[in-house]
């Protein structure tokens, strides 16, 4: 693939024998019709998909809403989705793991010209289908079947999972830390030492 450069790539139509394949059904069938869907992309940016998600869940008719990402944009989606969980209290979290198919579009690059020679023909392209996991999260306000597979309950305790650490003060190189002396440990003497042992 050294000589062929990728004009784009898109997400396969599924197939007709797909159970999944209905309108608006993805991985999540029974969702209610005000619910939000997320498509995280490999350039997303965080701050902007939270700040609409957070937009978007702070209103009383928005109930449910799905993160959804595939290939390189799968950490960026459960990013997105734990960040929204601790900032919104009480969420009812379901995963759904998947492939997806891919379809690259790949173009020839053009031979290096040698003198004389003509501009040639067209450059030849290359379709590449690959199947690539594909990540959904449903983060729901309201109780969702616990029985079903890659359901996480509200976490009892929001906010960061870490203890609070002490606060911690700006200081210079040579400045010592708080609780550390100035002076210098004192040594003992090599005479002390003897002195110690024999009394």
């Not at 969702?31 to 009383?60: C, D, W, Y």
């Not at 309950?153 to 929001?158: G, I």
Request: net charge positive; glycine share 10%.
């Amino acid at each position: 693939m050294e000589n062929f450069r990728k004009v784009r790539s898109e997400e396969a139509p599924v197939g007709s024998g797909d159970k999944e394949g209905g309108p608006g059904s993805g991985p999540f069938a029974d969702l209610a019709p005000g619910a939000v869907h997320m498509r995280v992309k490999e350039g997303s940016k965080i701050r902007n998909l939270l700040a609409f998600a957070t937009a978007s869940m702070a209103q009383p008719a928005t109930r449910a809403i799905v993160f959804s990402g595939c290939g390189r944009a799968t950490t960026k989606t459960v990013t997105c989705a734990e960040i929204l969980k601790r900032r919104l209290a009480g969420l009812h979290q379901v995963t759904r793991l998947r492939y997806q198919s891919v379809r690259e579009l790949w173009q020839s690059l053009p031979p290096e010209p040698t003198p004389g020679q003509k501009p040639g023909e067209p450059a030849a392209s290359l379709s590449v289908l690959k199947n690539v996991p594909s990540l959904a999260i449903l983060l729901s306000k309201d109780a969702l079947d616990p029985r079903q597979p890659g359901y996480q309950p509200p976490n009892p305790h929001p906010g960061p999972s870490s203890q609070p650490t002490a606060p911690t003060s700006k200081r210079s190189l040579g400045e010592p830390a708080a609780g550390e002396s100035s002076a210098k440990r004192s040594q003992p003497e090599p005479g002390a030492a003897e002195e110690d042992q024999t009394a």
